[in-house]
């Protein structure tokens, strides 16, 4: 004898019909079929593509307007009306809340803004970044992004080539970070390759060696990866922030002393508050003669 809940599921002929008529729902729960109508969201993006446009690019990139109407905390969240909520919204109230997120907040492509990292826009860029949102692909296999993977290998190649390499890999990172936590990584398989099948405790103390006036994330990398901020040994800078190699030889003799094993020595190449470039050559030399690891962190 069928149950209720069979009696309420629909048979397979029933879903091809309601498939012909829209999209399926069992229990109130969507099933399949297309979230909003093609020609509608269409629509919304050439309007949405028009708020951009007005009030992103030509706004904040005139001199006459602000680079951002702030409000206090509490006042923006009144303004914003975030709280989550259950039911979707129609395309005109969503348009509103695009002008809302443009109008309070930074725009960092104003002529007056000011940064030592980033500032200004490249219209051609920003085209770059709508076509690779709107593909969505990602960069793990050539036949997901078959495009981007040649893209990004012929990158690689040519700043290879300007460092002098002549044979090198390598992969875009998603921030300064990251890429110092990969660099001590690929140091410490280097030196100590079992690490990857048994673990911590097959190898011995390591020791990092980096600027006081490094980016935060080589500590913050160390006690990532298990090695804790202890073995982050801090290297003096002159006057102007850059890497004193006189002390990191210093550095490298102490930790010896207390039997740690150097893998890892990080230099800057333009520093977060000095904009300081180490002496790399002088670095590399020490790092050769101490058979180390050495990483350049590169603004």
Request: proline share 5%; charged share 30%; glycine share 6%.
């Amino acid at each position: 004898m069928a149950t209720d809940q069979e009696r309420r599921r629909p048979s397979n002929s029933d879903l091809d019909e309601m498939r012909r008529k829209g999209p399926v729902t069992v229990d109130e729960v969507l099933l399949e079929g297309p979230l909003n109508d093609p020609k509608v969201g269409e629509k919304f993006v050439q309007d949405a593509f028009q708020i951009i446009l007005e009030e992103a690019i030509r706004k904040g990139t005139d001199v006459s307007e602000q680079v951002c109407e702030w409000k206090e905390p509490d006042k923006l969240r009144t303004l914003l009306d975030l709280d989550l909520v259950d039911a979707g919204e129609p395309c005109e109230k969503l348009l509103e809340r695009c002008q809302d997120v443009i109008r309070y907040s930074v725009k960092t492509i104003h002529p007056r803004f000011y940064n030592q990292l980033f500032a200004g826009l490249d219209h051609h860029s920003l085209v770059g970044r709508y076509i690779t949102e709107t593909l969505n692909t990602s960069q793990y296999t050539y036949e997901i992004a078959p495009v981007f993977v040649l893209m990004e290998e012929t990158v690689l190649k040519k700043i290879s080539e300007m460092i002098g390499w002549k044979h090198c890999d390598g992969l875009f990172c998603p921030g300064g970070s990251i890429s110092n936590m990969y660099a001590m990584n690929v140091a410490r398989y280097k030196l100590y390759p079992e690490i990857k099948k048994r673990g911590l405790w097959e190898v011995p103390r390591l020791a990092i060696f980096t600027s006081e006036v490094c980016h935060y994330s080589v500590a913050k990398g160390a006690a990532f990866q298990g090695l804790g901020t202890d073995s982050v040994y801090v290297v003096k800078a002159d006057e102007r922030g850059r890497m004193i190699p006189k002390d990191l030889e210093e550095q490298i003799s102490i930790a010896r002393s207390k039997g740690a094993v150097p893998f890892l020595v990080n230099a800057t190449s333009g520093t977060t508050v000095f904009g300081a470039f180490d002496p790399l050559l002088e670095i590399a030399d020490i790092c050769e003669k101490e058979g180390i690891w050495f990483h350049v962190d590169v603004s």
